[in-house]
């Protein structure tokens, strides 16, 4: 099942400073191989449910690695079974209505 | 991985009656045998992270299975390595800070 | 406009135990005469859109004011115009499809 | 209070297109005068917390003026009192971790 997520990693009961636990997370998401783009409150990331779970667990063991006590995440999540639409698609599709 | 979750499922391109969807969401969480707890903008569950998001995914297979085009779904995840807290820990703790 | 909100308050930069925090923000919300319940994962709460955002305000004031430097709150927020369901009207509705 | 928002629509009881009801979000947001981006899976914007909610609040009420019967919107909300970070800077001190 092909999935499009946006995530956001938020590390608890370390400082107040997010940066290198999220710069942790991008470079898992580099070695997944997967279609990511950071933004400025979270990353988008596609491909399939497994795949991109995997990730988003690997993330959590690094960070946890790197001496992260506690770890709240936000994740939306979308499927659809009329069509595939990439992360591309989605934001040409409201550019082309904003025309 | 212990997790704790919290998940709402939102179908889109049904009706405006999303009350069966989110019934049917709740039956694979009973099959599942994971703790889980309905409650009135989503469904709280724990466990270990594979069972978890697997039950998360058979959710959206049932959905698609029912007609269902497309979903959104929002994931609220806590991880922790200080110690195991189970959902009602949590509530249990807020409540002695409201005493 | 009537809203159905959930939401979950991470305070950042303190330590690992939030529950003192969101203890405050229930406090907010009893003073706000808004209808609530806590859940394991975040508060729900009703009624009209200013005083609903009106207290998540304050609750974010409440919790900077005790030395919280940052907090990462999420919001699931639903309105509709075809008809008012109280968050009791939604658990009710799908417990009976679950019959 | 200085906010950092990503927001995402969802209109519920519609079609399964939804890029129309997204560009409609885009332009209240144009109007508002605040700053904001628009990417895959949602839309960043920052502002005061007052111009954010409101413009969010504009949002629902142009959907359902459109048509929508019923709308689901997660927030992600930021605030901090330690320093004013802008959506830009939070991108740049990502980048730089991971040079």
């Known amino acids: 099942m092909h999935v499009t997520v946006d995530f956001t990693v ?3 009961g370390t400082g107040v400073s997010l940066s290198e636990y999220i710069a942790a997370c991008e470079r898992v998401l580099a070695e997944s191989g997967l279609t990511y783009q950071l933004h400025a409150n979270g990353t988008n990331v596609e491909g399939e449910w497994e795949d991109v779970f995997s990730a988003i667990h690997r993330c959590h063991e690094t960070l946890h690695a790197m001496g992260v006590p506690r770890i709240h995440t936000d994740i939306k999540l979308g499927t659809r079974t009329d069509r595939v639409q990439t992360m591309a698609d989605k934001i ?6 904003l025309k």
Chains 1, 2, 3, 4 share one sequence.
């Not at 040409?92 to 209505?97: A, C, G, H, Y």
Request: proline content about 11%; overall charge positive.
């Open 92 to 97: 040409k599709s409201v550019k082309e209505k």
């Open 10 to 12: 938020v590390p608890v």
